[in-house]
Protein backbone atom coordinates (compact mmCIF):
# COMPACT_ATOMS: atom_id res chain seq x y z
CA UNK A 1 0.00 0.00 0.00
CA UNK A 2 0.98 3.71 -0.78
CA UNK A 3 -0.10 6.27 0.98
CA UNK A 4 -0.27 10.43 -0.59
CA UNK A 5 -1.84 12.96 2.00
CA UNK A 6 -2.25 16.35 0.76
CA UNK A 7 -4.87 19.06 1.91
CA UNK A 8 -1.93 21.08 4.38
CA UNK A 9 -1.62 24.22 4.29
CA UNK A 10 -1.75 27.53 6.63
CA UNK A 11 -4.90 28.12 8.37
CA UNK A 12 -6.20 30.92 11.11
CA UNK A 13 -7.32 29.83 14.53
CA UNK A 14 -10.88 28.64 14.49
CA UNK A 15 -10.47 27.52 10.72
CA UNK A 16 -10.91 24.50 8.78
CA UNK A 17 -8.91 22.31 6.84
CA UNK A 18 -9.57 19.00 4.82
CA UNK A 19 -6.61 16.93 4.99
CA UNK A 20 -7.09 13.54 2.13
CA UNK A 21 -5.28 10.25 1.81
CA UNK A 22 -4.99 8.72 -1.56
CA UNK A 23 -3.68 5.12 -1.43
CA UNK A 24 -2.30 2.77 -4.23
CA UNK A 25 -3.38 -1.05 -3.72
CA UNK A 26 -6.02 -3.69 -3.45
CA UNK A 27 -5.63 -3.99 0.26
CA UNK A 28 -7.10 -0.64 1.07
CA UNK A 29 -10.49 -1.99 1.60
CA UNK A 30 -8.90 -4.13 4.48
CA UNK A 31 -6.45 -1.89 6.11
CA UNK A 32 -7.21 0.21 9.03
CA UNK A 33 -6.52 3.81 8.40
CA UNK A 34 -5.20 6.46 10.84
CA UNK A 35 -4.00 9.87 10.99
CA UNK A 36 -0.76 10.74 13.26
CA UNK A 37 0.62 14.17 13.83
CA UNK A 38 3.84 15.28 14.94
CA UNK A 39 4.77 18.73 16.53
CA UNK A 40 7.52 20.57 16.27
CA UNK A 41 10.22 18.70 18.80
CA UNK A 42 7.90 16.54 19.89
CA UNK A 43 7.03 12.83 19.66
CA UNK A 44 4.65 11.74 16.87
CA UNK A 45 0.94 11.17 18.27
CA UNK A 46 -2.62 9.88 17.36
CA UNK A 47 -5.03 11.87 16.21
CA UNK A 48 -7.56 9.68 14.67
CA UNK A 49 -8.73 6.22 13.35
CA UNK A 50 -11.09 4.26 11.24
CA UNK A 51 -11.63 0.51 10.75
CA UNK A 52 -11.88 -0.96 7.13
CA UNK A 53 -15.49 -1.79 7.14
CA UNK A 54 -15.88 2.27 8.23
CA UNK A 55 -18.23 0.98 10.84
CA UNK A 56 -16.23 2.70 14.47
CA UNK A 57 -13.95 5.64 14.56
CA UNK A 58 -11.68 6.58 17.24
CA UNK A 59 -10.00 9.94 18.14
CA UNK A 60 -7.83 11.48 20.54
CA UNK A 61 -9.76 13.32 23.28
CA UNK A 62 -7.59 16.33 21.88
CA UNK A 63 -9.54 16.98 18.74
CA UNK A 64 -12.96 14.90 19.57
CA UNK A 65 -15.23 17.19 18.18
CA UNK A 66 -13.53 19.17 15.98
CA UNK A 67 -11.97 16.07 13.82
CA UNK A 68 -14.11 14.19 11.43
CA UNK A 69 -12.63 11.06 9.52
CA UNK A 70 -14.25 9.39 7.00
CA UNK A 71 -13.06 6.96 4.24
CA UNK A 72 -15.10 6.13 0.40
CA UNK A 73 -13.16 2.36 0.10
CA UNK A 74 -14.54 2.45 -3.87
CA UNK A 75 -12.25 5.37 -4.44
CA UNK A 76 -9.59 4.52 -2.04
CA UNK A 77 -9.26 7.75 0.33
CA UNK A 78 -9.65 8.98 3.90
CA UNK A 79 -10.31 12.40 4.89
CA UNK A 80 -9.80 14.25 8.28
CA UNK A 81 -11.53 17.17 8.65
CA UNK A 82 -10.28 19.31 10.67
CA UNK A 83 -12.29 22.64 12.28
CA UNK A 84 -11.63 24.90 15.29
CA UNK A 85 -8.55 24.56 14.63
CA UNK A 86 -6.00 25.32 17.19
CA UNK A 87 -2.21 27.02 17.47
CA UNK A 88 -1.83 23.09 19.12
CA UNK A 89 -3.14 21.44 15.92
CA UNK A 90 0.24 22.77 14.08
CA UNK A 91 2.26 19.61 13.13
CA UNK A 92 3.22 17.48 10.12
CA UNK A 93 0.23 15.08 9.40
CA UNK A 94 0.68 11.61 8.88
CA UNK A 95 -1.88 8.85 7.63
CA UNK A 96 -1.07 5.31 8.03
CA UNK A 97 -2.66 2.05 7.04
CA UNK A 98 -2.89 -1.27 9.37
CA UNK A 99 -3.42 -4.49 7.83
CA UNK A 100 -3.03 -6.43 11.35
CA UNK A 101 -4.84 -6.36 14.17
CA UNK A 102 -3.92 -3.61 16.71
CA UNK A 103 -4.82 -0.85 19.28
CA UNK A 104 -5.90 1.89 16.67
CA UNK A 105 -3.81 4.59 18.01
CA UNK A 106 -0.39 2.64 18.58
CA UNK A 107 1.67 3.93 15.97
CA UNK A 108 2.97 -0.05 16.15
CA UNK A 109 -0.36 -1.12 14.54
CA UNK A 110 0.47 0.47 11.12
CA UNK A 111 2.31 -1.02 8.03
CA UNK A 112 2.80 1.77 5.76
CA UNK A 113 2.98 5.37 6.11
CA UNK A 114 2.72 8.26 3.89
CA UNK A 115 5.06 11.18 3.64
CA UNK A 116 3.16 13.58 5.92
CA UNK A 117 1.31 16.79 4.80
CA UNK A 118 2.05 20.27 7.13
CA UNK A 119 -0.22 21.99 8.73
CA UNK A 120 -0.03 25.21 10.12
CA UNK A 121 -2.81 27.02 12.41
CA UNK A 122 -1.51 30.94 13.22
CA UNK A 123 -3.18 32.40 16.10
Known amino acids: VQLQASGGGLVQAGGSLTLSCAASGRTFSSARMGWFRQAPGKEREFVSAIRASGSATYYADSVKGRFTISRDNAKNTVTLQMSSLKPEDTAVYYC?????????????????WGQGTKVTVSS
Open 96 to 112: AAGLRPAVASGSSGYDY
